[in-house]
């Protein structure tokens, strides 16, 4: 089992910068690749970006890329994910979520089996 927690969210105005964290407890964290989704008002959750279980390979949402990073750091398992150059449409409940193995597999959550319980990242014009 793995328990996820996330935090660093907030209201930042547009164009500026938030860290989220996701703590990991459990002994599968560092042997599984991790996840970012977010969910806004209404729509569905989607993929923002994913890190292979040694760090070695990133992936990202196209809406993100070039803004956002992820890492990760197995021994004191956590994963980040630095946005930058924040817009109002980043504006979600941003999830960090454990796969279901070590290696990316695609952006589905049906990939991804535990998940946090969400952070709220507020994006104002």
């Known amino acids: 089992q793995v328990q996820l927690v996330e935090s660093g969210g907030g209201l930042v105005q547009a164009g500026g910068s938030l860290r989220l964290s996701c703590a990991a407890s459990?002994?599968?964290?560092?042997?599984?690749?991790m996840g970012w989704f977010r969910q806004a008002p209404g729509k569905e959750r989607e993929f923002v970006t994913a890190?292979?279980?040694?760090?070695?390979?990133?992936y990202y949402a196209d809406s993100v890329k070039g803004r956002f990073t992820i890492s990760r750091d197995n021994a004191k398992n956590t994963v980040h994910l630095q946005m930058n150059s924040l817009k109002p449409e980043d504006t979600a409940v941003y999830y960090c979520?454990?796969?279901?193995?070590?290696?990316?597999?695609?952006?589905?959550?049906?990939?991804?089996?535990?998940w946090g319980q969400g952070t709220q990242v507020t994006v104002s014009s």
């Open positions: 979520a454990a796969g279901k193995g070590s290696f990316y597999t695609g952006r589905s959550v049906t990939e991804y089996d535990y």
């Open positions: 459990g002994r599968r964290f560092s042997n599984n690749a």
């Open positions: 890190i292979n279980w040694n760090g070695g390979r990133t």
